[in-house]
């Protein structure tokens, strides 16, 4: 953390404005990695200029992939004619600040059959182990060798399709299936995968490069390798966790933000504990340009419509779930709900911490061990305090936060706008990881922020 790692944030002003959400980190972070395996240049629209994305295009640029800007703003070229191997030690200066690197192990196998994975980053937020990645990298023939500075990858009889299947549909194991499975010999067969929109737009992306990929019922994939890729041009979806952080913004603050670029359909379960928490929101859907009339973007606009706000029960989840990153955010809000709400968090057993600042600045939460209001999930009979109960409304009350990650720092930064007085939130430069902008568009919905 810098000096001018921090904001004062003047809190009690309701947000009103209109801002734009751009391609979902989850998704582009991914797209960008997929294009290592083309024989062709790739095209993608709409990247947001976050630090995840700088830090794959790093990753991208030492192992020769040509990356440069478009015409469009937020369009990327990439350009894999001459991928090349990187040394640790350029690889290594990525150690520690992101978890996409570990999606490279695939994709550099099939181009340059070794890889080097440097130590992982990401959020805090539990102990977020690989295994599954690694057990599914040896099913395809990978040697994978864990050394204190990283993890060395081989694959001297090449890589070859498998029957796998997870013990949790893990977003990033499904991701490392797919971009290794898609050029390995033969077919795949994975079971139990996530099913995120972010990953069936990597599907989408995939397909476009001339993979064959089938998704079936009941979370099965099924890929058959393909021996060349070409290049794709691709529009990700929309980013649903910053939408969702806006909206929650909206609800915490007693306010309305217009969110462009969000699509409902990839939002639902989010629209609907929303509406019952007593929030509102109004869809316009994208409509294309026809007859000589322009076309409009779609988007969704959120706002608190007056009254008391209602306590309710949620339980993250896999897709079609709420998600576990709309989790944080929304918590602000419950604060002001009247009763008691109950949030089970089942995807990381270790998301809840940031609720100890919320309580420094007046909320009253309490978090527990056990599974609270709804079905028993895998940190049940584990010692994680993975349910939270939040007792409301609480006025809440300026203070000095710390932000612990990506998403709780996006809360802590509703909380702090939300609440009177002058907070001091250190660390915020995390925010950059995954929303674009942010101090700009704090600036356009009327907040009151500045760095110190
Ligand atoms: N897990 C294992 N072993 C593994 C992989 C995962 O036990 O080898 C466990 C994790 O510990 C966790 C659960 O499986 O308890 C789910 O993890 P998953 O692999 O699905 O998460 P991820 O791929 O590491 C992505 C997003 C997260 C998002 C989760 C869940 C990216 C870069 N990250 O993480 O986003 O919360 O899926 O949807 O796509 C964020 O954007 O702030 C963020 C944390």
Redesign the pocket.
């Known amino acids: 953390m810098t000096v001018n790692d921090v904001l004062t944030v003047h809190g009690g002003t309701p947000l009103h404005g209109r801002i734009r959400v751009r391609g979902a980190?989850?998704l582009v972070?991914k797209a960008m990695v997929a294009a290592l395996l083309g024989d062709a240049p790739s095209r993608l629209y709409d990247v947001p200029r976050i630090r995840d994305v700088e830090v794959v295009r790093g990753l991208l640029e030492i192992h020769g992939v040509r990356v440069s800007d478009g015409d469009d703003e937020g369009e990327l070229i990439l350009d894999p004619a001459n991928v090349e191997s990187a040394t640790t030690d350029e690889i290594n200066v990525h150690a520690g600040s992101s978890?996409?690197p570990i999606l490279f192990c695939g994709p550099l196998l099939h181009r340059l059959g070794h890889a080097f994975i440097p130590d992982l980053g990401?959020?805090h937020?539990?102990?977020?182990?690989?295994?599954?990645?690694i057990q599914a990298l040896r099913q395809f023939g990978a040697v994978v060798d864990k050394a204190p500075e990283g993890m060395h990858l081989t694959a001297p009889n090449g890589l070859h399709g498998t029957k796998l299947e997870l013990p949790?549909p893990?977003?990033?194991?499904t991701e490392q299936v797919l971009l290794t499975a898609v050029m390995a010999e033969g077919v795949t067969e994975l079971r139990n995968a996530?099913v995120?929109p972010e990953i069936i737009d990597l599907i989408c992306v995939l397909q476009k490069m001339g993979a064959i990929i089938k998704v079936h019922t009941d979370r099965v994939i099924e890929i058959q390798g393909v021996p060349r890729l070409g290049g794709y041009t691709h529009r990700p979806i929309p980013d649903r966790?910053e939408a969702a952080s806006w909206a929650a913004a909206a609800l915490a603050t007693g306010g309305d933000i217009e969110v462009l670029g969000a699509e409902q359909v990839d939002m639902m379960t989010f629209l609907n504990v929303f509406r019952s928490v007593g929030g509102a929101y109004e869809v316009t859907d994208m409509r294309p340009p026809r007859n000589g009339s322009p076309g409009q973007e779609g988007k969704i606009r959120f706002w608190h419509p007056g009254g008391e706000l209602k306590a309710v029960a949620l339980e993250t989840d896999v897709h079609p779930g709420f998600?576990?990153?709309w989790q944080q955010p929304l918590v602000v809000a419950l604060t002001q709900a009247r009763g008691l709400s109950i949030v089970h968090e089942t995807?990381?057993?270790q998301r809840l911490g940031y609720t100890e600042a919320l309580n420094s600045m007046g909320a009253t939460i309490q978090v527990y061990r056990d599974c609270l209001g709804g079905t028993p999930c895998r940190f049940g009979r584990r010692d994680f305090k993975h349910s939270a109960v939040i007792a409301g409304p609480s006025k809440l009350h300026a203070a000095d936060l710390v932000i612990p990650d990506?998403?709780a720092g996006f809360s802590h930064l509703i909380a702090a706008l939300a609440a009177e007085g002058t907070s001091r939130v250190y660390g915020v430069d995390l925010i950059n990881r995954?929303y674009e902008d942010f101090e700009a568009k704090l600036a356009a919905l009327g907040a009151h922020a500045e760095r110190s």
Not at 125 to 133: E, K, L, S, W
């Open positions: 980190k989850n972070s978890r996409i990401g959020c937020i539990g102990p977020r182990p690989i295994d599954f990645h949790y893990s977003v990033g194991a996530a995120e966790i998600m576990t990153d995807v990381y057993e990506l998403r995954g």
